[in-house]
């Protein structure tokens, strides 16, 4: 997750408490499911989609450029890290 | 919002089929409005929590109503429909409503599903955050926020945690 973000061109959500908890979940679908399935997902329905759901997942730059962080609130672009957590959407990060 | 901010008016049609208003409420001694939706791994562990408070408080005033206002065009099982069979199933004990303009959730400054707004009888913000500090096992939940806080304002006292940090999906906007 750190050489990630160190390597590519996202940050990590500017909230430890919920990057936290995302990465709980993700542990917690490794240990029980055999991969980083989205937390935010339905694992069986991810399950069903291949890789494609097991972080960092396909629709996670998607979802950063409409909204500036992906839907679990792991990554985060880095202007919106850098800027106000507090940013209720994309009306308010474009 | 910050706490003690007014609760913004809301117009929104709910699963039973009728429009919900602040005045809805009226006579409740607390409001407690929780951003949910239908497909969030974490509502879907928090739902039956969600029934048993709601229940547990009704007697004490508190009324519960949850919201949901993710994009159900990229989510369609976010859409009246599938939450009106989901309330059904589950049964909801409280408005289910469907916040399709967003207007209302971006009102709150909501980011996540669940995350709970309790207002007092003045519908000021009183507590806002978690429901409980754990989504997968009600067993091994250590702070128990949302009951605390409840259980706090219905005995005419300020919760000793009124803000903790919401966590689960994000909503899925528009």
Same mark, same amino acid.
């Given at each position: ?28 679908n490794l240990a029980e499911h055999g991969k980083m399935y989205c937390p935010c997902a339905d694992v069986e329905s991810s399950k069903a989609r291949g890789h494609e759901m097991v972080c960092p997942c396909t629709p996670h730059h998607d979802d950063i450029k409409r909204q500036g962080y992906c839907d679990c609130a ?21 | ?105 971006? /009102?709150?400054? #909501?980011?996540? %599903? =669940? *995350?709970?707004?309790? !207002?007092?009888?003045?519908? &000021? ?29 219905? /005995?005419?006292? #300020?919760?000793? %945690? =009124? *803000?903790?940090?919401? !966590?689960?999906?994000?909503? &899925?906007?528009?």
């Amino acid at each position: 997750m750190r050489s990630y973000v160190e390597r590519g061109p996202y940050a990590l959500y500017p909230e430890p408490e919920v990057t936290e908890n995302v990465i709980v979940g993700l542990v917690h679908n490794l240990a029980e499911h055999g991969k980083m399935y989205c937390p935010c997902a339905d694992v069986e329905s991810s399950k069903a989609r291949g890789h494609e759901m097991v972080c960092p997942c396909t629709p996670h730059h998607d979802d950063i450029k409409r909204q500036g962080y992906c839907d679990c609130a792991l990554f985060a672009s880095r202007e919106f890290a850098a800027g106000s957590c507090d940013k209720p959407g994309p009306d308010e990060t474009e | 919002m910050k706490l003690n901010d007014a609760c913004p008016a809301f117009e929104l049609p709910g699963t039973d089929g009728k429009i919900h208003t602040l005045a809805s409420f009226d006579g409740k001694k607390l409001l407690c409005v929780i951003v949910s939706c239908n497909h969030c791994p974490y509502v879907v562990a928090y739902e039956e929590r969600m029934v048993a408070l709601a229940k547990a408080h009704a007697e004490n005033g508190v009324a519960f109503m949850a919201v949901n206002a993710n994009d159900a065009t990229r989510y369609p099982d976010d859409a009246m429909e599938p939450m009106t069979a989901r309330a059904k199933d589950r049964g909801f004990p409280f408005p289910y409503v469907r916040d399709d303009s967003q207007a209302f959730v971006r /009102a709150l400054g #909501a980011r996540f %599903t =669940p *995350e709970v707004f309790v !207002f007092d009888a003045g519908r &000021k913000l009183r507590y806002h955050g978690r429901i409980d500090d754990n989504h997968r096992d009600p067993a091994r939940v250590t702070s128990k926020d949302l009951e605390n806080a409840l259980s706090a304002l219905g /005995a005419g006292e #300020a919760p000793a %945690t =009124p *803000e903790t940090v919401a !966590f689960g999906c994000s909503i &899925k906007w528009k």
